[in-house]
């Protein structure tokens, strides 16, 4: 229910109790850029670039933090705010090593910029977002070059230790949204703001290596990072947005349900993310559901079942396989009673498929032998 009206750009729009300029905005289909804002965190209004002008405040305030209140008078993209957006873009690519830009005097860097990656997407003087970044977006969007401040150079060189996520702190914007994801989303506290002024850096447990800290590898982290400051190891140099089908689906590996997005290029999935938008999980995924896809494509995956006979297994068809149990369980359950067999289901299966077999179990079989392989 609407408690009152702002107006945003010479147009009445309701809000909502307790809303934010920038949630307020959203809700009326009004973008405002932002770099550091993380949905569902305590909004830190560290990054700046989601400022507004508001008729009656002498300075420009930033939308994630600021409540709306009836009757505010909002610019999104005044000439003040647009000059102001520049200035701090310009700021963040004049710090470390942001070099997919240029110098403003190439035409069309982002063309540019994908005619290298496209050339050698592994190779290591190439960010590792690949063209999956924020800040790029914004910095063409509102013509930032990074030429603007004296270049701070990279103090920190990219953790590359870990098998499964890369760190190049020459990306980082320290807008802090791996810290919040961390630590307020997944709540792992695995990671924290380290060190101060220029020397500021992202660290785990006393600035370790990821895999030396209390890191669970749930990768919450590089979901949340807007720039190629964090980047998938597998992914890098195979994944873009928009070379691959996204396909939504549920994790294969535990009772839990989490949905995701397979990020699927020719025929094979080379990234999953969580989905934001979906219960239970909201995003989040541990280590197995965002990392743990390589299975599918094993060649030891068993393709039919398999029976023993004299000791030696031979494959079987799923018809031959399900009599032969069926049979078993029959005779057993004959001569010894029903306590005499157990099921146990396997981690992957989905709650249904758990549901059905203890359904089978009690129900069928008249015993409470059941249980759950917590394993995988
Ligand atoms: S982090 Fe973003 S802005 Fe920086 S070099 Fe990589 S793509 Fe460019
Ligand atoms: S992978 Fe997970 S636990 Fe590790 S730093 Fe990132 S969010 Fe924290
Ligand atoms: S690693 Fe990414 S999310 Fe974390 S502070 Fe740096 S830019 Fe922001």
Redesign the pocket.
């Known amino acids: 229910m609407s408690d009152g009206t702002i107006v945003i750009n010479g147009n009445s729009h309701p809000f909502k109790p307790g809303q934010t300029i920038l949630e307020a905005a959203e809700d009326a289909g009004i973008p405002i850029p932002t770099l550091c804002h993380l949905k569902g965190a305590t909004p830190t209004g560290a990054c700046r670039l989601c400022v507004v002008e508001v008729a009656g405040a002498r300075n420009l305030l930033a939308s994630c933090s600021t409540p709306a209140e009836a009757g505010m008078e909002i610019q999104t993209e005044s000439p003040t705010v647009v000059r102001s957006r520049k200035m701090t873009l310009e700021l963040l690519l004049s710090s470390g090593n942001h070099d997919c830009i240029d110098d403003g005097s190439v035409k069309d860097p982002k063309a540019l910029f994908d005619a290298r990656a496209e050339a050698d997407g592994h190779s290591e003087h190439l960010c590792p977002s690949w063209g999956d970044c924020k800040l790029q977006e914004y910095a063409l969007e509102y013509g930032a070059t990074g030429t603007a401040y004296p270049k701070t150079p990279p103090l920190y060189p990219p953790e590359l230790k870990n098998p ?2 890369i760190r190049d702190f020459s990306r980082c914007i320290l807008c802090g949204r ?1 810290v919040q ?3 307020e ?2 709540v ?4 924290s703001h380290g060190y101060r002024g220029a020397e500021s850096k992202i660290v ?1 447990l006393g600035d370790l290596p ?1 895999s030396e ?10 979901q ?1 990072c807007p720039t190629g400051a ?1 980047v998938e190891k597998k992914a890098k140099g195979i994944w873009r947005p928009w070379d691959v089908e996204t396909i939504r689906t549920t994790c294969p590996y535990c009772g839990v349900g989490c949905q995701q997005t397979l990020h699927v290029k020719e025929g094979k999935i080379v990234k999953v993310t969580g989905d934001e938008e979906a219960l239970p999980n909201k995003g989040r995924l541990c ?1 197995k559901g965002r990392f743990g896809y390589d299975f599918i494509y094993s060649e030891e995956r068993l393709k039919t079942p398999l029976i023993r006979e004299d000791g030696e297994l031979r494959e079987a068809s799923w018809d031959e396989a399900l009599d032969l149990v069926a049979d078993k369980l029959k005779t057993i359950i004959g001569e010894s009673g029903a306590d005499a067999v157990a099921g146990v289901s396997c981690a992957r299966s989905i709650n249904e498929d758990s549901y059905q077999m203890q359904k089978l179990f009690r129900g069928v079989f008249k015993t409470n032998n059941i249980d759950h392989c917590a394993r995988t």
């Open positions: 499964l996520i791996c994801a961390c630590n989303v997944q792992n506290e695995a990671i785990a990821l800290s209390s890191c669970v590898f749930c990768g919450e982290c590089i949340a964090l280590v």
